[in-house]
Nanobody, 123 residues
Framework: QVQLVESGGGLVQAGESLRLSCAAS????????MAWFRQAPGKGREFVAA????????RYADCVKGRFTISRDNAKNTVYLQMNSLKPEETAVYYC????????????????WGEGTQVTVSS
């Protein structure tokens, strides 16, 4: 099981950008498909984006397509989420996790989550 540490959140105005980072432990990071999720106050956790370990294939939730970009640096064991044109309704705690595959971006360890990073978008 890897350890995940998210960072990069903050308070921004609507329309602005943020770049989140997720640092992972482990020597086999490049084999993992990684994903970002978010949980808004009073709501369930939802999928945002995923990236495969080898080919870098990506997948996005429809609501973020064209605005968010997921990427990774396997040499640094880090996955990123560039978020542009942020909206107030995207205020949430953002988490990363290891998922089963691009086709099935469900967490491998469903009971393990990092602390996440808070993103607050003001209107």
């Amino acid at each position: 099981q890897v350890q995940l540490v998210e960072s990069g959140g903050g308070l921004v105005q609507a329309g602005e950008s943020l770049r989140l980072s997720c640092a992972a432990s482990g020597r086999t990071f490049d084999l993992y498909t990684m994903a970002w999720f978010r949980q808004a106050p009073g709501k369930g956790r939802e999928f945002v984006a995923a990236i495969s370990g080898s080919s870098g294939t990506t997948r996005y939730a429809d609501c973020v397509k064209g605005r968010f970009t997921i990427s990774r640096d396997n040499a640094k064991n880090t996955v990123y989420l560039q978020m542009n044109s942020l909206k107030p309704e995207e205020t949430a705690v953002y988490y990363c996790n290891v998922v089963k595959s691009i086709g099935d971006p469900a967490p491998i360890w469903s009971d393990y989550w990092g602390e996440g990073t808070q993103v607050t978008v003001s209107s």
